[in-house]
């Protein structure tokens, strides 16, 4: 694989900072609840999504069939965020990099090797700005997520979300997850 995958998490890491921090000094947004990445399996794009207070309420309130662990389900479910694949300008040259390496790789193992190693990196990336502090502020636990829109990962998307979230988050996660399994 041609791919450098350590300077590929930096350059994940630098251009969801960026992009994360656009969402922080956006006019209205008055507390996030949640920050994640996302690609597909076919891992050719990246995108980021963001949630917001306000907009995880309104999803839990106007659910008409609203379920017991909704709340949850709204805090996790990355696709129901207000911000989802919005303000591309600084993934875009890392899909473009996805693309052009995944048409690269012609063996199926190679490939699931490849598929691995970039969702590693991005958890990585989302880790390594966990761990710097990125995403605290008094009074907030957002939830920070990584995922893949096409697949369901199961066991794998759990240690993820341990990874990047405080321990009451992830086991929060952990016990919906398991009651949904």
């Known amino acids: 694989m041609a791919l450098d995958f350590h300077k590929f998490q930096a350059d994940v890491k630098s251009a969801a900072k960026r992009t994360f921090l656009r969402f922080q000094q956006r006019e209205g947004i008055e ?4 920050y994640a990445l996302y690609t597909d399996s076919s891992v050719m794009t990246l995108c980021s999504a963001v949630n917001t207070d306000y907009h995880l309420k309104s999803m839990i309130d106007s659910d008409p069939d609203k379920e017991p662990d909704d709340d949850v389900y709204y805090r996790w479910s990355t696709a129901d965020w207000c911000f989802e694949a919005e303000d591309r300008r600084e993934l875009d040259a890392i899909s473009l990099t996805l693309a052009r390496e995944a048409r690269l790789v ?4 190679e490939f699931e090797a490849f598929r691995e190693n970039v969702y590693e990196a991005c ?5 390594s700005l966990v761990n710097e502090g990125f995403f605290q502020s008094p009074g907030k636990d957002p939830a920070i997520a990584f995922a893949v829109s096409d697949t369901d990962l199961g066991e794998k998307e759990v240690e993820w979300i341990e990874r990047l979230n405080s321990p009451s988050a992830s086991k929060e996660f952990e016990l919906w997850f398991e009651s949904n399994a």
């Open 123 to 127: 958890v990585g990336a989302l880790e």
């Open 106 to 109: 012609v063996d199926s193992e």
């Open 31 to 34: 507390k996030i609840e949640g």
